[in-house]
């Protein structure tokens, strides 16, 4: 969600060495003081160091880990803690580098790099960029380039390192020219725009014209008002229906190439032949300079140097003068003038360019949209394309990269102090990135018919594939498999819940128990899966190989105790039960995972899982099953429908809620019990036997009154649970607490952790204790009851807690614990006799599950999106705003509905709108796929084009444009059966008209989304729902992949279609991989949140700084989770009075942000406005408007102007334009915030009252005074009403309201002495004066939630006690909350996001 990102996490490759030049290992020094007093004070804090910090018991991820080894006391935590946070600040020191023809420099270096890292660095810098084949040596020794510095002898501060030419090898050679040919391509975008080498766009630098220098001081020259351009372009101004999509993308005047060379390829005289190869030479290029010069030039072990080849005769001898030197670059400047003179100048360029702005990010991010882009000669490009590009490069010499064995062999590294963690989880993050980016290359190659199938005699839909150690399926039902399950539309579900599986799975990380590495991709309409291979599984067949689980869906099963013993610990984090099923035999077989899930020992001896799609239980608003009633509440809400398969299974999300919120009531429960208990005892001092009876029967029956509502009622008695219960899913916690935990449960639950990373915030506990008086002492009951086994406990207290236990479904009788058994339901599984009484109660759970998800989650999300902490701006946030609730897409239509019958409809209009958008872009998704699988290769752009006419432009009768004939051969043989997947010849696609596409999308509405769309074309839909073309084109593009030209399209002529096959550009893949977390760097960020939370800024900004520096070391420089965490540094800094190192880190939060989720995601956009609020504090107030300017672009291309958070991007250009005097502009904006905020918080919310007061004080530097009271009363009338007569908001407006009346009584007596006397008037000089700066930023400040109040010390140290002292009172919740989500009562000290 906007505004809620501060907490998602997310991925990138190695530690880029562009930041060690960059960045002087400052941090490091002052690091071993703070590392002890930190950790310290955590654990004064309230919660124990072991738990935030850096889990020390091998729980790494914050999941329930069965991990017994600890008994959650802080103190023994303690002193390893330290050491591990001092272990990783190895101090820094300098070195000095001499290369040859360059005057020594220093560079800082840390003991922990390698030699290999300085290379980088010596490749990377303006002066020594163009060497590649050299060593470092010390005191004339060679250094090993995978030492680490600190294993040199010798190697100190000062000492000098030389820099040596080495002789050239083949290989060698080919890397020379490779990283020439990327130096002289550095400032090129073309690689972004075609989505290769991870590679991605970012416009920042377009905005700021280079202002925000490395310290965010600037030239001073922007003082005098007078030069500021402040006129928006006419597309911005609120009103405007111009929506172009030109400025998506404006032209960086640096991407203007700077010509060096003109053509730089190999020659047809390669390879050298045998007597040449004996005088050295490697390989021969040829090259064409900017003076028209053609050379010819041998690569030898020497260097380079000109020959005298031409085109068509070969020639090897040196010409005179050979110009021989080591460089290509020295040879080139040697020839061509040009070449130096814009070599130079480039260099220069690139090495000015911000790092971020050119590092790689760990993932590729697809634009789509790009201008025409000229396709230049590039050798190495084409070398690529054409080789299988597995061979020298990789890190295997000669080669291919063993997948399976590197996603393994990391996953064994060890991890028990932080260094080896960091290390682990930097190596998995790395294999993860390259094996991610391996399938996708590979998935498109199979789906383009360039790699040769396994079983090629097979019909294409069945054919199976192996590229570079990667194993290829395509998304169809192949031999029926799926039949039972729904066909092409399991195995199109299928692969994804498999992806789901392995991330849970991977998250849990159990040692000894190995996943495939898994990537989903969707390309050209159709699915791939990518899966490294188990070493063995090819020579064998799979009946033989699999010994745990089943693969013909139940109907032959069988176990492995081994299989057993690793999955039961992954049972309580993921909640899934222990059963046993029958066999063919009739044999009962324990399981503890879903039938289809495969065990296999493979040939390394590693346990694998493999097929985890039903790793989570099924959805029974989804799956229809004879002779099952669902709950009331589902049944209302028109439950259970039938869906295209059966495969749909609950999101883990909403499991962990389901799970916290029965535990709730597991509480809430076991509490009223006590408290009848303790009433009986008062009443009967005399403890007579039939007394005791009654108080038994009673808590009984009350049992028996909870067990038999359904969840609903359960939700009701739960009152205070389930408003706040979003997402905080904490469960588990207090019962199985910290002391040594029974038998029966498996192992101590890490008391801060839960998989989600949510918690719940100590407030809402304290709420539930002072409701229910007897929770305390359930807690402690309960409590005790686990530790002590039950022996000590009176048998009175047990019942109650057996009894509580009953109700809520808990399978162990004397703790709260609930899973879930994932075979309830599946075609084909049976139960033995013996666990059928166990099976009704999972079914009532999956039921109850089922209706908690309509009757609760729906509920609250759509709660907190009319309070506004949810607030999606496309279909991507709404997804993520969906799915943090464990609300699946499916239920879209659902969700939709729900809003509609919603009272206050209207401040949902924009949370709708977005709805049907997504809705209507996903429906049209669905037919797209198949629509795509019928269109041969050479008619693709013809049939995209023809696809986004139908659906987008307002022509009639759009026609398409098959290929032309004089390509179509006539003697076309029709015997070839096996094609590649992707070449049916079929023109059906051609046949389909707007109409025929709008019946389709509204019928897979209703069948799909059970949602009734009432619209026969595009401009229907437009008009009805308020859409926006150019958000669907947007949507549609992202979602299938398509990539279009950058142009104004013409939707609405009726005369000819919006899109030509010319338009379309490009379609890429659509990847879905895990992403592997920094675990201990996130403990840091979230204690550092907390901290700041609670008021301790300070230490929350050392905390953050030092989760930056883990998630650095984790996932290298970019990253989505470092994203978050510079915005929140840039915060601090801000909120400390540090505006410049604020502007520095919000500028890199803003290029991470570009280059890793997109130049328009939606987060991009916040950061955007972030940055201009701290230009404006550092006095760059054009800047600041053109970021704003930007930001609002990007809001009205992405969801249109009628959006809640339209009102705070035009209050803060508003306040902008009022501090440099544009008062009309000023308005405008101003008033429409002010309409907006009146529509989406109601006209007597006190941002409305500021809306008010904003433009009354505009009004009143223009002397409109009469205007400006209106205004002012408005807003003074809404103080009254909310806050009352005293507050001092109330008091601010009323005195301002008295300033306003005597300036217009001014005015007033002015002109009438104007009118009495004429020219001659005595006229007193009216004071009308320019807002002043301060004043302005102040308003800023409260509008985007900073607000300073000015603290005593004593305040204070109050403040610092009443923290303390309610840490210590609720040790229950031990939670950390994402900073907004918390409504703590400091709100008025801290900003709230």
Known sequence: MVSKTDDIPASVPDCNPVELSDEPGDGAQDGKETGRTRLKDSCGCGHSANTAMVNEDGAHEHTEEPESKHNGTADGGDESNEQEVIVIQDTGFTVKIQAPGTEPFDLQVSPQEMVQEIHQVLMDREDTCHRTCFSLQLDGNVLDNFAELKSIEGLQEGSLLKVVEEPYTVREARIHVRHIRDLLKSLDPSDAYNGVDCNSLSFLSVFTDGDLGDSGKRKKKGNELEQIDCTPPEHILPGSKDRPVVPLQPQNKDWKPMQCLKVLTMSGWNPPPGNRKMHGDLMYLNMVTVEERHVSVTASTRGFYLNQSTTYTFNPKPTNPSFLSHSLVELLSQISPAFKKNFTALQKKRVQRHPFERIATPFQLYSWTAPQVDHAMDCVRAEDAYTSRLGYEEHIPGQTRDWNEELQTTRELPQKNLPERLLRERAIFKVHSDFAAAATRGAMAVIDGNVMAIN????????????????????????????????????????????????????????????????????????????????????????????????????????????????????????????KVLNEKEEAVELCSSVECKGIIGNDGRHYILDLLRTFPPDLNFLPVCGEELSADSQCQGFPRQHRHRLACLRQELIEAFVEHRYLLFMKMAALQLMHQKANKDLNKADTPAITDTSEEKSNADTKQITATDSSTATRVSTHGTDQEDNSTDSQTVIEGEGNSKPTTNGPVDPAGTPNGQFKSKLEVKELEESIPGLAQAKELAETLVAEDGSGVDPKSREVVLNACKAVGSISNTSFDIRFNPDIFSPGVRFPDDSLEDVQKQKQLLKDSAAFLVSCQIPALIKDSLDHSTLPLDGVTLTEALHQRGINVRYLGTVLEFVDKTPAKAQLEHFYRIGIMELITRCAKHIFRTYLQGVELSALSAAVSHFLNCFLSSFPDAVAHLPPDEL??????????????????????????????????????????????????????????????????????????????????????????????????????????????????????????????????????????????????????????????????????????????????????????????????????????????????????????????????????????????????????????????????????????????????????????????????????????????????????????????????????????????????????????????????????????????????????????????????????????????????????????????????????????
């Open 456 to 579: 090629p005699g097979e019909e294409t839909r069945m054919q199976m594939f192996i590229w570079n150690n990667i194993f290829f399926s395509l998304g169809f039902d192949v031999r029926d498999h799926y039949h039972e399950l729904g066909g092409d539309a399991a195995a199109h579900a299928a692969p994804t819940n498999d992806l789901n599986g392995v991330r849970a799975y991977g998250a849990v990380d159990v040692e000894g128990l190995y996943t495939l590495g898994t990537v989903v991709v969707d390309y050209r309409g159709y699915r791939v899966t990518a899966q490294s291979i188990i070493p063995g599984i090819l020579e064998r067949e799979q009946e033989q190989s699999v010994i745990y689980g089943s693969i013909d869906f139940g109907k032959t099963v069988v176990s492995h105790s081994k299989y057993l013993e690793l999955l039961d610990k992954t049972s309580r984090p993921l909640k899934v039960q222990r059963h």
């Open 968 to 1393: 179509v051969s006539r003697r076309k043989s029709r015997k070839r059966r096996n094609r590649v997947p992707g070449a049916g010849d079929n023109t059906a696609w051609a046949s389909l008209t707007p109409s025929e596409l709008w019946k389709n999308i509204t019928s897979e509405a209703l069948s799909y989304y059970h949602f009734t769309l009432q619209c026969e074309s595009v401009d229907q839909v437009v008009e009805k729902y308020g859409l926006q073309k150019i958000t669907l084109l947007r949507e549609i593009s992202v979602k299938t992949g398509i990539q279009i030209l950058l142009k104004e399209y013409n939707f609405d002529s009726r005369h000819k279609p919006a899109f030509t096959e010319e338009d379309i550009l490009n379609i890429f893949p659509v990847v879905k991989h895990v992403n592997p977390k920094a675990s201990d760097a996130f403990h840091f960020f979230q204690s550092g949140q907390a901290k700041v939370q609670q008021g301790f800024l300070k230490e929350g900004c050392e905390l953050i700084n030092e989760a930056l520096n883990l998630f650095n070391n984790v996932y290298g420089a970019m990253h989505v989770e470092i994203c978050a965490c510079l915005r929140l540094l840039a915060r601090l800094n801000y909120i400390m009075g540090d505006h410049p190192e604020a502007l520095s880190n919000q500028q890199k939060a803003v290029l991470m942000s570009e280059r890793v989720l997109g130049i328009e995601h939606p987060n991009t956009i916040q950061e955007y406005m972030h940055l201009a609020l701290y230009c404006f504090a550092n006095g760059q107030l054009s800047t600041a408007l053109k970021l704003l300017y930007r930001a609002r672009y990007l809001m009205l291309l992405v969801c249109g102007e009628d959006h809640p958070e339209m009102a705070l991007i035009d209050n803060n250009i508003g306040l902008v334009l009022h501090g440099v005097m544009e008062y009309d502009l000023s308005l405008r904006f101003l008033e429409n915030a002010l309409t907006s905020n009146t529509k989406y918080h109601g006209p007597r919310s006190l941002k409305v009252a500021l809306s008010h007061h904003l433009v009354a004080r505009v009004y009143e530097s223009k002397a409109e005074f009469r205007s400006a009271l209106q205004h002012e009363k408005e807003g003074y009338t809404i103080y009254k009403n909310q806050m009352g007569e005293a507050h001092e908001k109330t008091k601010e407006s009323s005195e301002y309201l008295k300033y306003l009346t005597q300036q217009a009584v001014a005015l007033q007596r002015t002109m009438n002495e104007i009118y009495k006397n004429g020219s001659n008037a005595s006229i007193m000089p009216l004071k009308f004066t320019a807002p002043s700066m301060a004043s302005i930023l102040e308003q800023l400040n409260i509008i985007n939630g900073i607000i300073f109040i000015p603290l005593s010390q004593k305040d204070l140290e109050n403040l610092k006690a009443e923290v303390q002292r309610r840490q210590q009172l609720h040790e229950l919740g031990k939670s950390e909350e994402p900073i907004e989500d918390s409504p703590l009562e400091l709100e008025d000290k801290i900003p709230v996001d």
